[in-house]
């Protein structure tokens, strides 16, 4: 059973009336179904559900969730919960209908009698063995499940409409029997039965004969039972009965109305008494009348619990839901200062001061007592108060004076400009402005004094250093000054000195404390500079107030209030608006009464010295894990298909303390060990590698605390199918295979192009031999011998230029795998006009290009159509015997292909072969078609050669022509 809370914590009243601390209210406007609440119920998940006449919610510390009968409720009208042992959250409705959730979705329940037979379900309890007993309007019934939403119900012999499981056993009640006009209950234990009397003594005995007792409808009985205690009450009355020691407290509720329903809650072993109608609150006491009355609340309460972190959640009949945190600080509100901001306090040994923004003075005895000072003249008080040993004064800027609280002169000062007081030692002070320093001693006579308006120096705080020293804390950093002028700027020894300093105070141990803008807290230990910053758990680097308290440094921060312990500067306690702080902005700190106390434009916040910090612990839930938007049941191991891409999870931090104000760290294992940050509620993965990862996440509060648990998923990604090790083995078999075959084929074809290669070479060097062959050398050189003999020297040596220059060119070409057309058809027409002039220009040479071919780009194998010609030439015109002999070349393309053909017009193949010898074969043509071969074996577009024989009219031969298609 819940832990219900006690009515002293909620409406107590801890100083002059106006003791208060954070409330939070939610309503319809923050998303309930509906402001009319009958329960609260926290769940062993620690999720709050509200009961309302328009459905159920379900709180998160973010959203209210609610459902309805069209989500499976049994019916709107909710009054109560129960959880079971299994964890399902049953819905008690006013119809009779049973619905429980689990796994996140409402069941609705159907019995096998009808629903108006039970009535209004009044309570529900399910044993270890899953059988329901349900206390209604119509008495209790018995039920079992036929199937997961299917129950067999039948009447118990008892006919109770209550049962309540203790740590000692069952009890169970009945509706009120009336004997005489008298009320009695029966209460049924395990082993006894009670009758209760409310008579004037209210005496329950134990019972032995109440069978024949008539049993009427009409008045409702509210049960507790606790250590052998039965706490029971109705509208008017109460009785407190020990089992022990059969001792009887009779309590009587005196209300003017007609009341409705006084309920009984428990609370860490305490009790509180409300009644319903009249909004009163009873806290039970030892002696007579066992009551005491407690400042009625303004709403019509319906119940009241607390939650895990001991937050107190109220609901009510018309307002909606409160929720108050527990917190270790009070409030007292602005309206009890006459809503004036408080901006400064002081103490002496006897009383608490405090200044409003609008010069008001107050004053805290030690009792607490307030009480308001004569108002000084009004734009008088300028600045803080001050405790000038142990005489509190302050600074009236129209008469230029200190003056005492009661508005009396103390110290007139010397400045136009008006100063403020700084601390002091046993013999001397300081009074000071924003560019003057005037020292003083302790009888006020003045020491000397220094303007810093020539070095634009904007003084902030004073505080001594030893008796004749003082630091000079200002906008532009840190000065020593001495009590003879001589000034020394720190900022020069150490440059966090340069910085701002907006106040400077000495703890008892000689420590010396600074607060800047921008660099946090400054600590000058003996030798030694520390600062402290939000990297050490301050919770902000920009500073506007310090208190030197009993134990802790206190800091005022843009964000809340940092304490420093004095003995551990890593101790840092940190206090927020959500730690129960009336303001986040504040204006000054005190430490008076063992309370430190922090003042604010909205009021006073307070707490104790000795205080004791409780951590609370949000807690983590993975609410929710989608792939490509497909929603998965099982979040402890995530497989996600090689296909999907899109990992998404949802997760939800729970503290109510934060109001939805949670951080989150997390970190995906396998892909990066780094912690990210985000306030997102959510996050996302897309394209994740193939492999296995964990995805951890935890929740931290606004103090830093991490949830004690960190979730964790496991996620495994899996891979396509040649990833896996199913295509890879084989694949690696086959590759092996493969590449040793592509190896040998590779090996065998680099052995046949090494071999071809050589015979190409062989094959060229044979073509330039048959080129150069003995006989046309004998002829070329007898030709100008011929020349040399007739004195014909001109031609003799024109003709070894040609001679020379087509061997230079032959040598060169033979050289190359491809020449350029230009340079062939060059080396061809030499060898022609060499073999012409020889031969007595017996035959002419044409050659005919068709314009589409560029000679200069177009690049064929070197000496390629020379052999060809010079067959022409030997074995076709040659033998003509005549001088009307052709050989015509022609170059064109025909199917992006080149052509060149060979026409002569000599005796034909067949008459060349018969004038030769028999056994004699065309060395040159038998070197081409070899050649032709081997340039084949490493070209993808083969060459072709074709001869053919030229025939006239009457089929004899004319000639040959010879089609080269490169």
Known sequence: MKKFVSSLLLFSILLITAQSTNKYHFSTENGLPSNETYSIYEDSESFIWIATDKGVSKYNGYDFINYTTENGLGGNTIFNFYEDYKGRLWFLSFNGK?????????NLVTYSISYNDIGHILSLYVDTNNTLWIGSTQGEFKASFINKTNLKVTPTKEQYSFRQIDDKGYIFSGNYYLNNNIINYKVKLINTTYLLNYSENSIILPSKNINNLKRKNGIGINWLIHNNVIYNSNSYQALIFNLKSKKTKSIKFKFKDRPTGTRIMKFKNQYVFYNLSQNKLYAITKFPPYIKAIKSSNNFLTSIITDNQEGTWTSTHDKGVFYEPKTII??????????????????????????????????FTNNLTLKKIKNSPLGRLNGKLYNFRDTIVYNDIIDKQIKTINHKPFFNEISKKPPFISSFNNNEFTLYSWSNVHMYTKNKQLLFSFNFSKDKVAIKSICYKNSNTIYIASRQGLFEMNDIGNIIFMGDQNPIFKTRIDQINRDKNGRFWMITKEKGVIIIDNDQVINITTNNGLLGNICTGLFIGKKRVWIATEKGLSGINLNDYNDIDNFTQKDGLISNQINDINEYDNKVWVASDKGLSYLDVNYSKK?????????????????????????????NNLLKIDFLGLSYREHGDLQYKYRLKGLDSTWYTTKNRSVQYSTLPTGNYTFEIKAVNHQGISSKET????????????????FIIPFI???????????YVRIRRVKKRAYLKQRIISTELKLLRSQMNPHFTFNAMSSIQYYIQNNNTKKALHFVHRFSTLIRLILEHTQKDTIFLEQELEALKLYVTIEQ??????????VNIDDDIDVKTTQIAPMLLQPYVENAIWHGIMHK???????????????????????????????????????KESFGMNLLEERLYLINNTKTIKQTVKITDLLNENQNSCGTKVKLTL
């Open 711 to 726: 979730k964790s998923i496991k996620i495994t990604k899996q891979p396509y199918f040649w990833e896996t090790l199913y």
């Open 98 to 106: 049973l619905s429980y959730y689990l796994n996140g979705k409402i």
């Open 615 to 643: 951590t609370y612990f949000p807690k983590i839930y993975i609410e929710k894990i989608s792939i490509d938007n497909n929603n998965l049941i099982d979040n402890k191991h995530i497989t996600i298909p090689p296909t």
């Open 837 to 846: 002039e020889r031969l007595k220009n017996s035959f002419s040479f044409i």
């Open 330 to 363: 009070k409030n007292i509100s602005s309206n009890k200062f006459e809503n004036e901001a408080i901006v400064s306090m002081i103490s002496n040994d006897s009383s608490f001061f405090l200044r409003s923004k609008n010069s008001k003075i107050f004053k």
């Open 733 to 743: 078999i086959i590759s092996f295979f493969l590449i040793n075959i592509l190896i």
């Open 881 to 919: 015997n005549s001088s009307n002999g052709i050989i015509s070349l022609n170059i064109y393309l025909e199917n992006n292909r080149l052509i060149c053909e060979i026409i002569d017009n000599g005796v034909g193949r067949l008459a060349s072969t018969m004038l030769k010898q028999v056994d």
